[in-house]
């Protein structure tokens, strides 16, 4: 009997492990201060918070576990592929690696979410309300972090301001309040410089 609850233990924290690349995904924003950039756990766990805090706050009536294992799968495949900058022109094709390294995970011998490749292609293709809001965040903490600051990653990679906005445009028709609220900091990171204004060119 321990020798089968002792393998049952080692494969699930050698898929404990597995989970654990995730933190040596960097990410291209830094963390609050500037002084690091921050890794795709920090992201999937800040995410998870922003897309529960969301519901609760703008009283939208979604289903929070549900929600909540979108936000936690969402970056599963940058274990394998990496992370894709937002507008990196390899952006279009990143999820075939991703795809892989979820199924590679869900076949773990210590995988015990039977489910994991479904929640992940939810949250990838998927257009039900929670996958909507999670695509909000996802786009929205970023952009925050970027805003707080003073657009460093924006300024080190010469992001344009109609890069910005026409990669969050999306967000104007699925949450018009916070959309509002983005337009007025890209007007302000391009009077600031932070984003280059290619309006005037």
């Known amino acids: 009997m321990s020798d089968m609850s002792d393998s049952r233990v080692a494969k699930i924290t050698g898929f404990f492990l597995e989970l654990d690349a995730l933190k040596h995904v960097q990410r291209r924003s830094y963390v609050t201060g500037g002084d690091r950039l ?56 990143a999820d075939v690696a991703e795809r892989q390294c979820v199924k590679r995970l869900a076949a773990d011998p210590g995988n015990g979410i039977d489910d994991l490749e479904v929640i992940w292609e939810e949250q990838e ?52 309040e916070i959309h509002s609220w983005m337009l007025i900091q890209i007007d302000h990171a391009t009077e600031q410089g932070w984003l280059i204004n290619d309006s005037e060119e």
Not at 51 to 75: M, P, T
Not at 135 to 159: H, I, M, S, Y
């Open 38 to 93: 921050e890794n795709s756990a920090e992201h999937s766990w800040q995410l998870a918070m922003a897309c529960w805090s969301i519901n609760r706050y703008f009283q939208l009536g979604l289903n929070e576990e549900r929600l909540i294992k979108l936000a936690l799968v969402h970056d599963l495949g940058e274990i394998d592929a990496g992370d894709t900058f937002l507008y990196s022109s390899q952006r279009s094709s």
């Open 125 to 176: 293709t998927g257009s039900s309300p929670e996958t909507k809001l999670l695509k909000v965040a996802d786009r929205l903490l970023p952009f925050l972090l970027n805003v707080n600051c003073q657009g460093k990653t924006w300024r080190e990679l010469e992001v344009r301001r109609s890069q910005v906005l026409n990669a969050h445009a999306f967000i104007e028709q699925a949450f018009p």
